[in-house]
Nanobody, 118 residues
Framework: QVQLVESGGGLVQPGGSLRLSCAASGSIFSINDMGWHRQAPGKKRELVATITRSGIPNYADSVKGRFTISRDNAKNTMYLQMNSLKPEDTAVYYC????????????WGQGTQVAVSS
């Protein structure tokens, strides 16, 4: 079993920055790709960014150029650096991991709230 714990969410003004972290524990060898997702009230969950085990990133168009996904496999940690935040970025952000490498998200964190306002 893999456990994922997100941290770093909070309240930020438009144009500001936040850095989310996702710490993995348990059967770390079971992790292949990882991803960040977000869900706002009344909206379907959106895949924000993915990163392969070797560090190749992919981004949703809505965050491309503003967000950066990275991972440190030695620390079993994934990050999402969020810059130039907009009110529409407000959501609960979830960390995920895939055992197989087919973007089937087998493990999920508890979520961390990001609010962008004023």
């Amino acid at each position: 079993q893999v456990q994922l714990v997100e941290s770093g969410g909070g309240l930020v003004q438009p144009g500001g920055s936040l850095r989310l972290s996702c710490a993995a524990s348990g059967s770390i060898f079971s992790i292949n790709d990882m991803g960040w997702h977000r869900q706002a009230p009344g909206k379907k969950r959106e895949l924000v960014a993915t990163i392969t085990r070797s560090g190749i990133p992919n981004y949703a168009d809505s965050v491309k150029g503003r967000f950066t996904i990275s991972r440190d496999n030695a620390k079993n940690t994934m990050y999402l650096q969020m810059n130039s935040l907009k009110p529409e970025d407000t959501a609960v952000y979830y960390c995920s991991a895939d055992r197989v490498g087919i973007l089937r998200w087998d493990y999920w964190g508890q979520g961390t709230q990001v609010a962008v306002s004023s």
